[in-house]
């Protein structure tokens, strides 16, 4: 298998303070067999954390990106905005903004052409709801969110997250997993041929230091988009460590 990728994504958190103690610790305790790493923190960060990951292999990432390069769009951030401040992957379509912003497939695809075109590699998220797993519908859902979020030629990051293991501590077991990526590859492969064999599928949704290891053992799964244990330096570096063992 190549390389897993894990990606944190710290959401809304962190102080100036909180940020310079957990990019330290992140630093200093990468092990030397690391997986590719990726941290997202708050755009407020980026300008701080960048230099301190100038001498490490630790990639700069971002939470959301606008679909255009400028213009009059109020508290938006732009794709080139954030390859000038050395972001090199950008999370898009993460559920927290779909749910919390409307965002549609359309705009998530028009965002990963934008980030493409400023250099950044879009990870974009998909996931099913609880009510549309237990009705069986969650395949239908993946499958329109694959057709309608990923923009043709697409050689970027998928993650899937099933919205209702976020932030709750129950991740999905590994056989829902193992089904699910089978059935995404299948997908990738459908909508884009030979190229769709390749593109990375992560799993998100409470991985934590304690199931890491068997997350990230399952065929398919290229790494992990992890929440709330990517703000805890021994948690994360304990995720980091399942990815370079898998
Ligand atoms: O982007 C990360 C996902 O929303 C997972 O968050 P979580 O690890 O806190 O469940």
Redesign the pocket.
């Known amino acids: 298998m190549s390389r897993q990728i894990i990606v944190g994504?710290w959401?809304m958190n962190g102080t100036r303070q909180d940020t310079q103690v957990l990019v330290e610790a992140l630093v200093n305790g990468l092990p030397a067999s690391a997986p590719d790493v990726v941290i997202c923190p708050p755009f407020t960060q980026l300008a701080l954390v960048q230099p301190a990951l100038a001498s490490s292999p630790i990639c700069l990432g971002a939470q959301d990106c606008h679909k255009d390069v400028s213009g009059a769009h109020t508290g938006d951030i732009s794709a080139p905005m954030l390859s000038e401040l050395g972001v090199s992957y950008v999370?898009l379509g993460?559920?927290?903004r779909r749910q919390e912003h409307g965002e549609l497939d359309e705009t998530v695809r028009e965002k990963a052409v934008a980030a493409t075109k400023a250099g950044l590699t879009p990870i974009i998220c998909i996931g099913e709801t609880e009510d549309q797993r237990e009705s069986g519908e969650h395949e239908d859902v993946l499958g329109w969110q694959i057709k309608g979020s990923l923009p043709d030629g697409f050689a970027g990051i998928v993650a899937y997250?099933p919205i209702w293991?976020?932030?709750?501590g129950l991740a999905a077991t590994t056989d829902q997993i193992a089904q699910t990526m089978a059935f995404l590859r299948a997908e990738l492969v459908r909508q884009f041929g030979e190229a769709g064999k390749a593109i990375k599928i992560l799993y998100?949704?409470?991985?934590n230091a304690g199931n890491a290891v068997s997350v990230l053992s399952i065929p398919e799964v290229a790494g992990a988009?992890?929440?709330?244990?990517s703000l805890k330096a021994d948690a994360f570096l304990s995720i980091v460590s399942a990815a370079s063992a898998a």
């Open positions: 994504n959401k999370i993460h559920s927290e997250e293991a976020i932030g709750t998100g949704g409470s991985v988009l992890v929440g709330g244990a």
